[in-house]
Structures are given as structure tokens and as C-alpha cells.
């Protein structure tokens, strides 16, 4: 088992860099969550996307170091390699030139596929997925919703570094996002 949960954080982290780096960032898109976070460090800051990553989701790991042990253990190595390759692979975003809508729809399906292949194997990047079971647990709204409204958040938040129209195309890559996620979830629910 724990051969197949380092292949799929390689293979997910690999999927979620590659549509970040060749698909969000030349247009400026944004995902939710930490990522999206990471993205709006990046356009103010120009600060790497994966060591932003890092940076963001410290308080969160402390947190689940002394509260949610698993989860910290089952996330560590994901937020660190899918940071590593966001960053190493940071040259695909002046390679592949493409329109931003079928950006939007292949980044979108790639980060989705790729966060939804981590969780199947019950690791991920952790982030904001703590964040939203913390407010689950204290509050009884469903943590799918609650990931949902963090991922709107993050978007609003990025509306100054992105305008309008990118805005509304990032609302189509968190819901592209979210979709392949569940799907990929989904299929190994019910295997």
C-alpha cells in the first residue's frame, strides 16, 4: 500500500504542476484553497507558487500536528512534492501557448484528476481540505460545501490581481476542479 500511495503522490503531484504551471499561470487563472492562495502570493509577489504553498500551510500542519496526527502524516508528503515539481516545473508556463478557455477546462482537469488520485490513496496536499473538516466538525455543514465556500473566498480575495474577465474563468477552473475531484473520489468509492 504505501508503494501505491508514493506513486500516486508522484503521479497526482506531476498532474497538478503540469496544469498549473501550462494551463493557470499564463493566463493568471486561480484555483481555490491553499493553491489558489499560492497563485495570488505569485501574481503580487512573484514569490514561487510551491514555496508559497509550503509557507500558507504551516499553521495548518501545526495544527494537525498536535490535533489531527494522520492527517499530518498523510498529507506532509504531498504538499511537499506537489510543491517541488509546481516550482521546478515553473518553465511549462512560456511552453505550452494555448487560448485560455480550453486552459481553463485541461488545467482544471488535471489539477482535479490529480488532487482526486491523492485522496483516493488518502494523502493529499493538505491545505485547506483541514481547514474546511475543522469548520465541518464544529459547525455540521457538510465539508464538500465547506471547501466550496473556501475555494469562492480564495477566488474574491484574488479578484484585484486578476479582473473580471479572469475572474470568471476562474470560477470555471474551481468547478472543472471540484468535479474531477469528486469523479476521482467517487471511482474509488465504488470499486
Not at 481547514?131 to 455543514?141: D, R, V, Y
Not at 477552473?173 to 476521482?184: F, H, K, N, R, Y
Request: proline fraction near 3%; glycine fraction near 10%.
Amino acid at each position: 500500500m504505501l508503494f501505491k500511495k508514493s506513486i500516486a503522490i508522484m503521479v497526482g503531484s506531476f498532474m497538478l504542476a503540469v496544469g498549473i504551471n501550462g494551463f493557470l499561470v499564463p493566463h493568471h487563472l486561480l484555483d481555490g484553497g491553499m493553491i489558489g492562495l499560492a497563485l495570488i502570493a505569485h501574481y503580487y509577489f512573484d514569490i514561487q507558487a510551491g514555496l508559497a504553498m509550503i509557507l500558507l500551510s504551516v499553521p495548518l500542519f501545526i495544527y494537525a500536528w498536535f490535533f489531527k496526527r494522520a492527517y499530518f502524516y498523510n498529507s506532509l508528503h504531498g504538499l511537499f512534492v506537489s510543491s517541488l515539481l509546481i516550482d521546478w516545473l515553473s518553465p511549462l508556463r512560456t511552453l505550452l501557448q494555448m487560448p485560455i478557455l480550453p486552459s481553463v477546462i485541461a488545467g482544471g482537469l488535471l489539477i482535479g484528476c490529480g488532487i482526486g488520485l491523492m485522496l483516493r490513496f488518502d494523502t493529499s496536499t493538505g491545505g485547506t481540505d483541514l481547514l474546511a473538516h475543522i469548520i465541518s466538525k464544529a459547525s455540521s455543514i457538510n465539508a464538500g460545501i465547506v471547501i466550496f465556500m473556501i475555494d469562492g473566498m480564495v477566488v474574491i480575495i484574488g479578484y484585484q490581481a486578476i479582473g473580471l474577465h479572469t475572474f470568471l474563468y476562474s470560477c470555471g477552473v474551481i468547478t472543472i476542479v471540484g468535479a474531477a475531484t469528486a469523479i476521482t473520489v467517487y471511482r474509488k468509492q465504488n470499486e
